[in-house]
T-cell receptor, first 113, second 114 residues
Framework: NAGVMQNPRHLVRRRGQEARLRCSPMKGHSHVYWYRQLPEEGLKFMVY????????ESGMPKERFSAEFPKEGPSILRIQQVVRGDSAAYFC???????????FGPGTRLTVT | AQTVTQSQPEMSVQEAETVTLSCTYD???????LFWYKQPPSRQMILVIRQEAYKQQNATENRFSVNFQKAAKSFSLKISDSQLGDAAMYFCAYRADNTDKLIFGTGTRLQVFP
């Protein structure tokens, strides 16, 4: 039973480029969460999605960041015009409807040069 | 706003000994869940143990147990018979029953010495 998959594991972007991070939830899970971990800090909630719906985006920066979870395919976290401050590890988690535990993927480390 | 505080940035323990990691939280909610996650050098977040606030009995998973003090809003993690593989960052996390997002503490780095 495959766990939460994230790709790429490492992503390097120059300032001003776009970053796309992908997350495939565990089989049977319909809820996806994105968290960001800055160096030497804990994880901070960004957004919670269900298929084709954004449920809670209270942790998302107002500009440049967007997320989607289409009917088919992985969830995508998109960062436009990246800046050095976007350098962080981005984690995806999933659970099934009614579940309260979240299972995490291995994360994507984004480096902005 | 709910907050989670881990006041020990670093802890160390000798192999086979016992260590306790502290966590306190602040909330006005009565129904919530608490978790401890382990993050080894691979950075994979691994769920170690969970506690439902409505349960008075402390959760236990093999060598890992918690001391949940609801009135004091305290949720410490005890690791017994520590092993070298327990070395990692440990994060305490909170989730209110009426929301889905996890709120994490800043973590405690645990070193295990042979």
């Amino acid at each position: 039973n495959a766990g939460v998959m994230q790709n790429p594991r490492h992503l390097v972007r120059r300032r001003g480029q776009e970053a796309r991070l992908r997350c495939s939830p565990m089989k049977g899970h319909s809820h996806v969460y994105w968290y960001r971990q800055l160096p030497e800090e804990g994880l901070k909630f960004m957004v919670y999605l269900q298929k084709e719906n954004i449920i809670d985006e209270s942790g998302m920066p107002k500009e440049r960041f967007s997320a989607e979870f289409p009917k088919e395919g992985p969830s995508i976290l998109r960062i436009q015009q990246v800046v050095r401050g976007d350098s962080a590890a981005y984690f995806c988690a999933s659970n099934r409807a009614g579940g309260y535990e979240q299972y995490f993927g291995p994360g994507t480390r984004l480096t902005v040069t | 706003a709910q907050t989670v505080t881990q006041s020990q940035p670093e802890m160390s323990v000798q192999e086979a000994e016992t260590v306790t990691l502290s966590c306190t939280y602040d909330t006005s909610e009565s129904d919530y869940y608490l978790f401890w996650y382990k993050q080894p050098p691979s950075r994979q977040m691994i769920l170690v143990i969970r506690q439902e606030a409505y349960k008075q009995q402390n959760a236990t998973e093999n060598r890992f147990s918690v001391n949940f003090q609801k009135a004091a809003k305290s949720f410490s993690l005890k690791i017994s018979d520590s092993q070298l593989g327990d070395a990692a960052m440990y994060f305490c996390a909170y989730r209110a029953d009426n929301t889905d997002k996890l709120i994490f503490g800043t973590g405690t780095r645990l070193q295990v010495f042979p």
